[in-house]
């Protein structure tokens, strides 16, 4: 029953997730102003979740690195999704999992087993399918900044398994750094009509605040091969949201790397739960 609620709480969460992508394409603001003001209201959200659940803040050298990772991850997500498709910056965010396997082998010495050594390949030939199709019509940048969110979002993963590491206190000082960075960029900003603030509180509360709410309580649950198995929907989800509401399509050649990139991972996610469930 714990594990079902757990499978829940992170499938709500992957939810709330892939509205990012409309979200993102609809406010007409700079991508720091956006992911400023953003965190201001996912600030208040996390903040109450903290207090109500009774976890304290904790602050130090690896909730800071933590923190940083975090902001990186987010900044990128947003600047990619302005500057190449919503298809491709979720996808290609996406190969967090498989930057773990690599940063677990470099930094901590376990070394990778076949199937997650073919699983990189996989991954790796999906992300040359994107870009490749950016050299025919753009979005080059966009796709590197995708990439990059990936990497960190890796990273961020990484810090709860260090000493000292909080994944709520990260969150909330990775949101303060991104409210300061970006609110000298909101300030230039002139389309601040009603339409445009519902979106950005929106993206604030549902998208970023609600969705690391139900993530933390996931993660209470399940173990993160199963949280991680469960999200797969969002990179599914988010260029469809995009595609109905937006207009917005990728060309056949991403769609391919689309495949490989979420169904290597898939698969190798699965395998992780079932040898998991094995030797429970």
């Known amino acids: 029953m714990k594990s079902l609620k757990g499978t829940i709480y ?18 007409p603001w700079n991508s720091f102003s956006i992911n400023s003001i953003r965190c201001i209201f996912s600030f208040g959200m996390i903040f109450a979740f903290q207090k109500y659940s009774g976890r304290k803040f904790v602050f130090n050298k690896t909730v800071l690195f933590g923190a940083i990772l975090n902001f990186i991850m987010g900044l990128t997500f947003v600047m990619a999704t302005k500057m190449t498709t919503a298809a491709n910056a979720i996808v290609l965010q996406f190969t967090e999992p498989i930057f773990i396997i690599l940063f677990l082998w470099f930094f901590y010495k376990q070394r990778p087993k076949k199937d997650a050594v073919l699983t990189c390949f996989l991954v790796f030939c999906g992300i040359l399918c994107f870009f490749y199709e950016s050299l025919q019509g753009g979005g080059m940048v966009g796709n590197v900044l995708a990439v990059i969110s990936g990497m960190t979002y890796a990273g961020v993963f990484l810090i709860k398994k260090m000493p000292g590491g909080d994944f709520e206190s990260s969150i909330l000082v990775s949101h303060v750094i991104s409210i300061l960075v970006g609110l000298p960029s909101f300030t230039k900003e002139t389309e601040l009509g009603v339409n445009v603030w519902i979106l950005v509180i929106v993206l604030g509360i549902v998208q970023y605040g609600f969705s690391y709410i139900f993530l933390s309580k996931g993660l209470d649950c399940v173990s993160p091969v199963t949280a991680s198995l469960t999200s797969t929907i969002e990179p599914i989800l988010n260029p469809i949201i995009v595609a109905v509401f937006y207009g917005e399509m990728i060309g056949v050649i991403s769609i391919i790397g689309a495949v490989l990139v979420i169904g290597s991972a898939t698969v ?8 998991v469930e094995a030797e429970n």
Request: proline content about 0%; overall charge positive.
């Open 10 to 27: 992170v499938l709500i969460s992957a939810i709330c997730f892939s509205l990012g992508g409309i979200l993102i394409k609809s406010i």
């Open 268 to 275: 190798y996610n699965l395998k992780q739960a079932m040898m």
